[in-house]
């Protein structure tokens, strides 16, 4: 007979991901015993918790039900597992680790050696993506964000900060009279990072407190690199972290401008789900990130101004 928090987690995933086959992948199983585990579920419960078709999967009235009482089972295990050996429990195993495109590139995979030296015993599975990813259904031990997290399901530790800086090249301002304060920008091409929260409204602090003012121009992207390249080839003024410039803006033939209106900083976030217990291996990460984060002027507090 299948062990039935087995058989709970089964169903919990499926629920959470709305697939047989990407719990059969998490897992390490096939489609059609993911499937047998439901049955035999639904067979010892005698109900139908799960109405599927070749199209489409839902979650019977009963199964909503079982669901909510089947995850507070599984999250009172792992909390009486994790009492017991908490302090004693190195961390271990793979770590499902998600971060934006540009970000993870620059200042995640490069310190994943000391990372992984320090914790031999610790797989890192990295995925990057400049889109917020799911946690839950994705199956997400942890997700690096960059700005303010407001989803109440999950819990949110500042680990870094991010300094922003208005930047153009030499190329775009030949000829343009560069901004003297932020509500010049309407006379300029921006370039519009359309993730960006408060979008095409950039936000600044001056001498005088916040202001914010609409930008607008030719070119708009949905990834930082994007904008940075817009920048680079000339394509306006860009917002851009600072983190994006470990050798600085010179080389690249950028000048910064609005010197005394600096957009408003953002916090780097490390970000899980609240009803999860903190495993050995995501504490370990998460200190980790915020200790090499604390000592590096591009992603801390210290930054020079």
């Not at 050996?85 to 495109?101: N, S």
């Not at 399901?153 to 003297?180: E, H, N």
């Amino acid at each position: 007979m299948t062990d039935t928090l087995a058989l709970y987690r089964a169903f919990a995933r499926v629920v959470e991901t709305g697939s047989f086959s990407a719990v059969a992948r998490e897992l390490g199983t096939s489609q059609p015993t993911v499937s047998r585990q439901i049955a035999e579920l639904e067979e010892r419960l005698g109900a139908l918790l799960l109405r599927r078709t070749t199209r489409s999967l839902t979650v019977t009235d009963d199964g909503r039900i079982f669901y909510e009482r089947a995850r507070a089972v599984l999250d009172a295990v792992a909390e009486a597992e994790g009492a017991v050996g908490r302090q004693r429990a190195a961390p271990v195993g793979t770590l499902r680790l998600a971060c934006p495109v540009v970000f993870g590139r620059l200042h995640i995979v490069p310190r994943l050696p000391r990372f992984q030296a320090r914790f031999p015993a610790v797989r890192v599975d990295l995925s990057m993506n400049d889109g917020f990813a799911d946690l839950v259904e994705e199956g997400v031990d942890l997700a690096i964000r960059v700005g303010a997290v407001a989803d109440p399901g999950l819990v949110a530790r500042r680990i870094g900060t991010t300094r922003r800086v208005t930047l153009a090249s030499k190329a775009y301002l030949a000829g343009r009279t560069p901004p003297s304060r932020p509500e010049d920008l309407a006379d300029h091409a921006c370039v519009v990072y359309t993730r960006l929260a408060t979008g095409d409204r950039w936000e600044f602090s001056g001498p005088d407190g916040p202001i914010a003012v609409r930008v607008a121009g030719p070119f708009s992207v949905n990834n930082s690199e994007g904008v940075r390249e817009g920048v680079v080839a000339g394509l306006g003024i860009g917002v851009l972290p600072t983190w994006h410039f470990p050798g600085g803006y010179a080389p690249l033939g950028l000048v910064e401008l609005l010197r005394d209106f600096e957009p408003k900083p953002l916090p780097i976030n490390a970000v899980y789900p609240s009803r999860r217990l903190l495993s050995p291996k995501v504490r370990a990460m998460i200190d980790f990130l915020a200790h090499e984060f604390g000592l590096d002027p591009l992603l801390s507090s210290h930054a020079a101004a």
